[in-house]
């Protein structure tokens, strides 16, 4: 997460970056420019963990000059949040964002059902999207049924995960997820593990694994960080051969309730249908490492192809 030191740092930063740009204007235009800067710019919130991996991959570029996406700091949020404001861009959205990082994960929700905040830059489960498909618009699949691979993250002294070989083994095993999260429970809940624990708070869960409360949790797989996750006190570790298959995609979606939020949707829907045909969607999440090398891992579980689901 970003430290408040390091808030202040960008805050200070950024003031005087205004500052310097405000004497370079000429007077008679300054009204009418803070004007138009305030009306083109877009608040987003969004979790400080994930704004802090952003600005350490882009390492200085804009979104919209990322073409590669493999890397340090590159993670699924990080992949979503730079496919979004590309997809925005080219389907004619040209307002700016005004980030506020923070802790915003149990609020996110709320604000978009309120029409306080334009869009996710987090893609949602499509079963989770149409739960609020009133209050939300729903943009076609950036992950796509059959795409989204889960690693198996445990203690690293944990060695009856470190162990397993198969299903049947994976069954004896505990787990902690939310029933909030439709697909990951549901997914889990298939398995017929000894125990599936109900917790919230996903920091608490990150924790529970730690400890070895738990046997292990769902998270996309990390390779730019050795699939390794970290966290203060926290070390979890990927299985190195198995997998997880998630039955379900994810979306963009956008408030219903926002200003902007109609004109939004529709240039974010012609902008993915851009990245799609250009086969950027699916090779930015390969590079990434999301979509994993099968050759490398085994699903424990793979989903039963759907008819007339898109390839």
């Known amino acids: 997460m970003i430290k408040s030191a390091d808030r202040g740092f960008h805050g200070a930063t950024l003031a005087l970056c205004l500052l310097v740009s405000m004497l370079s204007v000429p007077e008679t235009a300054k009204g009418s420019e803070q004007h ?9 919130y969004i979790r400080d963990d994930v704004y802090s991996d952003y600005l350490r991959f882009l390492n200085g570029r804009a979104p919209l000059e990322v073409t590669q ?9 990080v ?12 389907g004619g959205f040209k307002k700016t964002f005004t980030y506020r990082p923070g802790n915003v994960s149990f609020r996110h929700s ?6 306080k905040l334009l869009l996710s830059f987090d893609s949602y489960w499509l079963d989770d999207a149409q739960a609020k498909a009133d209050k939300l618009f729903i943009s076609e699949a950036v992950i796509r049924r059959g795409e989204y691979f889960a690693g198996i993250f445990y203690a690293p002294e944990n060695l009856a ?6 299903l049947s083994q994976l069954r004896e095993l505990s787990a902690v997820s939310t029933s909030r999260w439709r697909t990951d429970w549901n997914t ?3 398995l017929g593990l000894k125990h599936l624990m109900n917790e919230p708070v996903w920091a608490s ?3 529970m694994v730690n400890r070895q409360w738990v046997d292990f949790m769902l998270m996309p797989l990390m390779p730019s960080l050795n699939n390794e996750f970290r966290l203060n006190d926290i070390l979890l570790v990927a299985h190195p051969n198995l997998v997880v298959q998630l039955d379900g995609s ?23 249908n851009q990245l799609r045909s250009q086969g950027r969607i699916r090779q930015a999440y390969q590079q990434a490492g999301f979509i994993p090398d099968l050759r490398r891992y085994r699903v424990l579980n793979p989903i039963a192809p759907q008819k007339n689901s898109p390839e």
Do not use: C, W
């Open 250 to 272: 994810r979306h963009f979606v956008v408030s219903r309730l926002h200003p902007d939020g109609e004109r939004a949707f529709k240039a974010l829907q012609s902008g993915l």
């Open 69 to 77: 996406f493999s890397g340090d700091y590159i993670r699924r949020d």
């Open 161 to 166: 995960v470190a162990r397993l070989t198969r």
């Open 110 to 115: 709320n604000l978009l059902e309120q029409g």
């Open 188 to 190: 889990l809940s298939s």
């Open 36 to 44: 138009s800067d305030t009306h083109n710019a877009v608040d987003m």
């Open 205 to 207: 869960q990150a924790q």
């Open 79 to 90: 992949v979503d949040m730079v496919l979004v404001q590309q997809a925005l861009a080219l």
